[in-house]
């Protein structure tokens, strides 16, 4: 039996490759893509912040004006002294007393693109007392020395901390008083402390002050994907079956991030590969290999954010795949398309 084992591995290595590649599928790549976000600031040029109600120690106003410096590329801030000058100076008041639906005239604002309101409408953090049945396996040894397992339990008192932060945000355009964009947002936490050493959960609870951090963190980081496009890590399986040199030596340079090498080669290649393999719609030629080449290279021109070139190269692999379809071939032009969708929609908004 294993003489026969030590065999099939052998031809296995000799014309399929390694083992792990045989059972195992191609190898993976992890690909940075930058998706649209849900609305379209890419016109604003000058952003001011007006104070958020009910934002105790401007905590919510501070993370705002810092996921504006950090992730909002091209966009400047006007600090609340800038914007009380501009203010003042048009006699509309201090940035405290200023609200969307109290100013006259919006459009009077001059040397600001949009402003940012905010109210909290829910910021608590409760806890809960009661008390719970704690249950647990015990192992022990009956008269005749047999290790045996038995239930036990126990009561205990629980605390539950909870959390809740619900966040509006308006943005509005200066020139006419237009919603830019508007939504609640809600972020909740929940964590137990359970009194008892077999619960599993007698952990201390995090203090309020750390779950309100975390509360405004999470808050934070659906506010920057709702206003900011943003970057999103995908696993993605290469094809290994076109099977030469030229084609590993690609899928090498993808996994080393060199996407514009690997772009390179596979082009070079998929030359040679379309000489050599006739297909015919009628008769269905299809060529797993050079479908392979196909998909790979789209994996390259997708890692360049070469959309459109990516989605024809899926799709002809699609159109060359054996009866029996691969899945990623089809995974991939799915992809693709939908990023292409959403991307169109994302600029339609910013005209």
Known sequence: MTTKLTALLAMLIIFGGTSTYAFFGGP?????????????????????????K???NDRIFNKIASTIHAVGEGMTLIERE????????????????????????????????????????VFSIEDQSYKTTVKWQESYKD??????????????????REGQLNLTVKIVRVSTGAILGQKEFVATVSQTHI???KSGKNKALPSKQTI??????TMMADLSKYMFPFRVHREIELDKKCGTDECKEAMEMLKMEMYDMADEILTDFLEVARSRTKIRKKKKNKDEGLAAILYNLGVAKEAQNDRVAAKELYKE??????????????????????????WEVYNKMGQ
Not at 33 to 48: C, D, G, H, K
Not at 212 to 217: A, G, M, Q, Y
Not at 327 to 332: A, E, I, L, Q, W
Request: hydrophobic share 35%; net charge positive; no cysteine.
């Open 28 to 52: 993976k790549i992890k690909l940075d893509v930058l998706m649209p976000s849900e609305i379209n600031l890419s016109s604003i040029n000058r952003v001011a912040i007006l104070p958020i």
């Open 54 to 56: 009910f934002d105790q």
């Open 82 to 121: 800038q914007l009380d000058r501009i203010l003042q100076e048009q006699n509309l008041g201090a940035s405290e007393l200023v609200d969307f639906e109290t100013i006259p005239d919006i459009g009077a604002i001059q040397g600001v693109d949009a402003l940012i309101y905010g109210t909290a409408t």
């Open 143 to 160: 008269q005749e020395g047999k290790k045996k397992k038995r239930e036990k339990k126990d009561e205990a008192r629980a605390t539950k």
């Open 195 to 197: 009194d008892h050493e």
């Open 212 to 217: 309100s951090e975390h509360l405004i963190s």
């Open 317 to 342: 692999a699609i159109k060359v795949t054996l009866k029996k379809k691969n899945k990623n071939h089809k995974k991939g032009y799915d992809r693709v398309r939908n990023h292409i969708e959403q």
